[in-house]
């Protein structure tokens, strides 16, 4: 157990459909960032966010976009979905310290998986 | 740009053998390294990392992993594996910025580990 928590655990969206995915990020960790895990393949870098503010973002367009709240909680939405946006979404949280090594571990917590139809 | 490189996508290997699972990286400087492991269905759970020091790292589960610089590599080692230990397992790199925040890891494809009895 991480701590991590997400939600929903499952989800049939169809295509050209919103979704919107919830992470709650472990106790004392500010920086949470989110992966999608196309099946049978690792984990892809989506975003970031630290306090509130996307801080690196991966190779995916604007439909994919994020929200972090003021207790470190996080929303991933994805517009206009596509039938490739079927995966699993990973949440990660980590404290933004800086550091020798410090916060650089991140802790993953259980996933959406997402069907689109 | 970073890539991590798994070279093998499934070991079978019976219980109570040794296990090693290969991990080559890209990083354009001292690199962050990870294991992680997948259990089916579930989440990524951290196995070791290194960040600096001793090359040779000792994680959860009876894991080892050592960093030669000069091969580019990560290897994850087990000495006698339990059949628990059958997972998809993932090397990860990531790096150190001056910002506080953020630094986003890139994974490996995946090794699956089938553990016949």
């Known amino acids: 157990e991480t701590g991590v928590t997400q939600s929903p655990t499952h989800l049939i969206k169809t295509r050209g459909q919103q979704v919107t995915l919830r992470c709650s990020s472990q106790?004392?960790?500010?920086?949470v960032s989110w992966y999608q895990q196309a099946l049978g393949q690792g984990p892809q870098f989506i975003f970031q966010?630290?306090?509130?503010?996307?801080?690196g973002r991966g190779n995916f367009p604007p439909r994919f976009s994020g929200l972090q709240f003021p207790n470190y909680s996080s929303e991933l939405n994805v517009n206009a979905l596509e039938l490739d946006d079927s995966a699993l979404y990973l949440c990660?949280?980590?404290?933004?310290?800086?550091?020798?090594?410090?916060?650089?571990?991140?802790?993953f917590g259980p996933g959406t998986r997402l069907t689109v139809t | 740009a970073q890539s991590v490189t798994q070279p093998d996508i499934h070991i079978t290997v019976s219980e109570g053998a040794s296990l090693e699972l290969r991990c080559n990286y890209s990083?354009?400087?001292?690199?962050?390294l990870f294991w992680y492991v997948q259990s089916p269905g579930q989440g990524l759970q951290l196995l070791l990392k290194y960040f600096s020091g001793d090359t040779l790292v000792q994680g959860i589960k009876g894991f080892e992993a050592e960093f030669k610089r000069s091969q580019s590599s990560f290897n994850l080692r087990k000495p006698s594996v339990h059949w628990s230990d059958a997972a998809e397992y993932f090397c990860a790199v990531g790096g150190k910025k001056i910002k506080a925040a953020g630094n986003k890891l890139t994974f490996g494809g995946g090794t699956r580990v089938l553990v016949k009895p």
């Open positions: 966010y630290y306090r509130e503010e996307e801080n």
């Open positions: 990660a949280s980590r404290r933004g310290t800086s550091g020798r090594g410090g916060g650089y571990e991140q802790y």
């Open positions: 106790s004392g960790h500010n920086t």
């Open positions: 990083y354009g400087a001292t690199p962050y």
